[in-house]
């Protein structure tokens, strides 16, 4: 009785490399993109939970959003990014942006994120 070899061959097995690299290469360029976005949104929720943030002025909210994003190597986003709202319970902090990042020759991965956090008054206090 004859046994035929089961297996991969040399050729199935570079097609299923080079598409497992390419998904690898592919994550690489996305994965810090969102990595960034939620080091954006823990620094938004971080403001939120602070306990003058609700009674300090713009500018220090603005500066204290810088600081959380210097801590966590945010590079890309600029604290002039932050847009700061007033409404009747405190503000409302936007950041608004889009991230081009070079994928292979003339292909570009674009991300555009959004992050929005409410700064309440005594909302630290609950």
């Not at 097609?15 to 938004?44: D, H, R, W």
């Not at 990042?101 to 992050?115: P, T």
């Amino acid at each position: 009785m004859k046994r035929k070899q089961g297996g991969m061959t040399m050729l199935g097995f570079l097609i299923t490399l080079s598409v497992v690299i390419l998904f690898l290469f592919c994550g690489m360029k996305i994965v810090p993109m969102y990595i960034e976005y939620y080091s954006v949104k823990k620094a938004l929720a971080s403001i939120a939970n602070e306990q003058s943030a609700s009674a300090t002025s713009k500018d220090a909210i603005r500066a204290l959003f810088a600081r959380h994003l210097k801590i966590d190597y945010v590079k890309i986003i600029k604290p002039d990014m932050l847009k700061i709202e007033a409404t009747d319970s405190g503000f409302n902090l936007t950041v608004d942006y889009e991230r081009r990042e070079e994928l292979i020759a003339n292909l570009d991965v674009v991300g555009r994120f959004h992050a929005e956090q409410a700064v309440v008054r005594g909302a630290a206090a609950q």
